[in-house]
């Protein structure tokens, strides 16, 4: 079973200070990473995806990934209270047409 | 351009009814992925179609299926209901432009309620 595992939290962090999510996936190979932003009640929202080990950086948002420990993260920096949402992890690759979503992240940032 | 729409937003169904779920991708777009999502459960994938064909399927019963259209528009099925298939239904397009998984857009996705 190809699974991406991500701490459900919530994760707390005060306004200002940067929010780090990790997520880890099973299957080796896969070969693309996305992070969703959900509000509640909403549908999610791409942040960033990234296909190369290293960094990338959107903005406040810095994706991680690093293929060897299958391990992906999301820094958000200066977060702020509309940052406060579940963020999901997803992994895919090539031939399966099927990404699989880890069950999130419950951020809250603190004003 | 616009984005994934889907339609109907909100849906109250009994046990035993069938409904049938619309998807409009992104113009462009080839391939329709669906999902389920439940607070326990997560976003769980249904299937997914490009160029008219389901080229791969989640772990559903047969209760579940869906289609694509030559214009990449979907619908999907849900026969008997249940009580368990309440959930956020999400529809995602992605460009698809080569053969390799590709960036996924969703839908602001159906509310099924089964009564």
């Known amino acids: 079973q190809k699974e991406v595992e991500q701490n459900s939290g919530p994760l707390s962090v005060p306004e200002g200070a940067i929010a780090s999510l990790n997520c880890t996936y099973s299957?080796?190979?896969?070969?693309?990473f996305f992070w969703y932003r959900q509000y509640s009640g909403k549908s999610p929202e791409l942040i960033m995806f990234?296909?190369?080990?290293g960094d990338k950086e959107d903005g406040r948002f810095t994706a991680q990934l690093n293929k060897a420990s299958q391990y992906v993260s999301l820094l958000i920096r200066d977060s702020q209270p509309s940052d406060s949402a579940t963020y999901l992890c997803?992994?895919?690759?090539?031939?399966?047409?099927?990404?699989?979503f880890g069950a999130g992240t419950r951020l809250f940032v603190k004003a | 351009k616009a984005g994934v729409t889907q339609t109907p937003r909100y849906l109250i169904k009994t046990r035993g009814q069938q409904v049938t779920l619309s998807c409009s991708p992104i113009?462009?777009?080839?391939?329709v992925s669906w999902y389920q999502q439940t607070p326990g459960q997560g976003l769980q994938f249904l299937f997914e179609?490009?160029?008219?064909?389901?080229?791969n399927k989640g772990n559903f019963p047969g209760r579940f299926s869906g289609r694509q259209f030559s214009n990449s528009r979907s619908e999907m099925n849900v026969s008997t209901l249940e009580l368990g298939d309440s959930a956020l239904y999400l529809c995602?397009?992605?460009?698809?432009?080569?053969?390799?998984?590709?960036?996924?857009?969703f839908g602001p996705g159906t509310r099924l309620t089964v009564l």
């Open positions: 990234i296909y190369s080990n």
């Open positions: 113009s462009g777009h080839r391939s």
């Open positions: 299957d080796r190979g896969s070969q693309s």
């Open positions: 179609y490009f160029s008219e064909t389901q080229r």
């Open positions: 995602a397009s992605s460009p698809m432009t080569s053969g390799s998984t590709d960036t996924q857009y």
């Open positions: 997803a992994a895919s690759g090539t031939g399966g047409f099927k990404t699989i």
